[in-house]
């Protein structure tokens, strides 16, 4: 695999071809997802709840993210490395600037990903003025639980899910340069990611998304406490971690996962 940049990403998108997103929060699993071939390797802050054994992802803060992202800077050689912003690191442009610099100076992130559609504009609109590229983030937002209710399908009703349309246009014309839509119909998925020039990343958002991001920890089967519906056990049917994450690779690239099985109406 050649070096994977946000120009290539977009090239990947206009030729059709699926993009395959996995998270990691180390050196060694790194290596694993780099010899597979996954192109965008995320930190998620989803380490909350599969490293740390946190209840939700509200409690990471940046030097954990920090941290974890050196540890999968080490292991990284072509993929895109994005790192999360975690809770309250981002609730001003100037704080964001703050948290965003730390993860791609201390950390070695090439992008940063941030939850939220229309208040989280000037923000994005700041980080890529600055260089700093971003990946947005709408459907479910783990990092406002709470005000959810719980971890459920978003944008099911016409009103949420025109909002979500125009969020998502407004968040590419504010610069953003990839996103990933949580827990979406997957006919709303369709219609935002052909709508968009950037590639859209699902997870629980059906197949017709531009590329698939899953926990790596629910995709070995391996996660301590709940493993989401939209997930799929890909260790159950190989002999290895190896074999595991490269069978996710390929069932993206074929367009087999997610399967209906895996995506909501
Ligand atoms: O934190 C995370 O792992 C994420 C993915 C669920 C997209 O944001």
Do not use: W
Request: proline share 4%; aromatic share 4%.
């Amino acid at each position: 695999m050649s070096r994977v940049t946000t120009a290539s990403l977009m090239q990947m998108k206009q030729k059709g071809e699926k993009i395959a997103v996995l998270t990691s929060y180390d050196a060694s699993f790194t290596v694993l997802l780099e010899n597979a071939g996954v192109e965008v390797i995320l930190v998620g802050d989803s380490l909350g709840m599969v490293i740390q054994g946190q209840e939700s992802t509200l409690p990471v803060d940046v030097d954990d993210m920090v941290y974890h992202t050196q540890c999968v800077a080490r292991g990284r050689r072509n993929a895109l490395l994005v790192s999360d912003m975690p809770f309250m690191s981002y609730s001003s442009a100037d704080q964001a600037l703050g948290t965003a610099g730390r993860l791609m100076k201390d950390g070695g992130a090439h992008m940063v990903k941030l939850e939220g559609g229309a208040t989280q504009l000037e923000t994005v609109r700041q980080l890529t003025a600055n260089g700093i590229p971003v990946c947005a983030h709408l459907g479910l937002l783990p990092q406002s639980v709470h005000k959810l209710g719980g971890y459920r399908v978003q944008g099911r009703d016409e009103e949420s899910a025109q909002i979500m349309k125009e969020d998502a246009l407004a968040l590419e014309q504010a610069g953003a340069q990839m996103l990933v839509l949580e827990c979406v119909p997957k006919a709303l998925a369709a219609e935002i990611s052909q709508s968009l020039a950037i590639p859209v990343i699902g997870i629980g958002a059906g197949p017709d998304c531009d590329g698939q991001v899953l926990v790596l920890y629910d995709m070995l089967g391996i996660t301590p406490r709940y493993a989401p519906r939209f997930s799929k056990n890909f260790l159950a049917e190989t002999h290895s971690v190896a074999e595991a994450i490269a069978a996710y690779v390929k069932a993206v690239k074929e367009v087999k996962f997610p399967a209906a099985e895996q995506s909501f109406e």
